[in-house]
Structure formats: structure tokens, C-alpha cells
């Protein structure tokens, strides 16, 4: 009797820790969902160096740019960035580290893996007028839509400080 009654025990306790969420799926969405970030990630990279950014390919209509350059105003909008883009093109040239580790980032409020991506590189600036360089360490990190198109980005580093440098 002892014996049917643990193994009873055992049955139910066994069958009562079973969830209805199929928590494997839900690691491997999310895994992928990271992995196509990623991409999109390395590809806008990309096109920034090669300066043929499509700004539509990329960037949500509301997307957000926070920077920490000196005297930074606050966020900028996606027209703000073209903006800029478009006046640092023609003097400098940019190169990535070959070598990005792309790190999933997390939901702020619930601390779970979110697709987000966040990662150091080293971003190297040349003055084509003069042909300084300088290498900025930075941070980035991006947030995505479910289309997969950047609702935020932000990135860290002295990147007032590099291009004063190149002036000089």
C-alpha cells in the first residue's frame, strides 16, 4: 500500500510541474529572433561604412537615437540622423572591428531576453582632409519592432573627444 502510494505520489507530482507553455519554443523564437537582429545589426553597420545607408530598411518612423556626444540634446529622431550622416559622410571615413560579439540584450522591466542587441567594437574615424585616424572604443545597443526594424538606439563612447582629435 506504501509503495502504490508513492508511486502515486511520484505520478502526480510528476505531471502537476508540467507546464502548457512549451518553453523550449519559446527559447528557440527568441533565439532566432536575436540571431535575425543580429544580422540586421551587422548589415546597417555595414552600409554606414560603405555610406549608403536605407534609413527605411532599418529604422522604425519613431525610432529614437540617444548619444552621448558633448553638449547632446537629447534623443534625436531618424531625420536627425540622416542629417548628420549626410554632413560626416564627405569628410571622414569610418571602419568596424572586424570581430563584433553580438550580446542578447534584456527587457528592462522583466529582465528576459527581448531579441535586443547590444555589443562593444572598436570604430575607427579617419579625416579624409587630412588623413588622422583615431579609434573609439564604443557600446551600442539596439531595440526592434516586431518587424524587425530599430525602435532605439543608443551608443556610448567619447566620440566628441575623437573627432576634436581629428582637428587638431
Not at 545597443?141 to 551608443?155: C, E, M, R
Request: aromatic fraction near 16%; proline fraction near 2%; charge should be negative.
Amino acid at each position: 500500500m506504501m509503495k502504490n502510494f508513492f508511486l502515486l505520489t511520484i505520478f502526480a507530482l510528476f505531471f502537476s510541474c508540467k507546464s502548457g507553455t512549451n518553453v523550449h519554443s519559446d527559447i528557440t523564437d527568441e533565439n532566432q529572433k536575436f540571431l535575425d537582429n543580429c544580422e540586421t545589426v551587422q548589415a546597417y553597420l555595414d552600409d554606414f561604412v560603405d555610406e549608403s545607408v536605407d534609413y527605411k530598411k532599418y529604422f522604425n518612423d519613431t525610432c529614437k537615437i540617444r548619444n552621448t556626444s558633448f553638449n547632446s540634446d537629447g534623443s534625436m529622431t531618424v531625420d536627425d540622423r540622416i542629417s548628420r550622416h549626410k554632413k560626416l559622410w564627405p569628410k571622414y571615413d569610418f571602419l568596424i572591428s572586424d570581430s563584433i560579439n553580438f550580446l542578447p540584450g534584456v527587457n528592462a522591466e522583466t529582465k528576459q531576453v527581448d531579441g535586443s542587441v547590444r555589443f562593444y567594437f572598436n570604430w575607427t574615424i579617419i579625416n579624409s582632409e587630412n588623413e588622422k585616424s583615431v579609434t573609439v572604443p564604443l557600446y551600442m545597443s539596439f531595440d526592434f519592432d516586431k518587424n524587425g526594424k530599430f525602435i532605439f538606439q543608443q551608443h556610448f563612447g567619447d566620440i566628441s573627444a575623437a573627432f576634436l582629435s581629428l582637428e587638431e
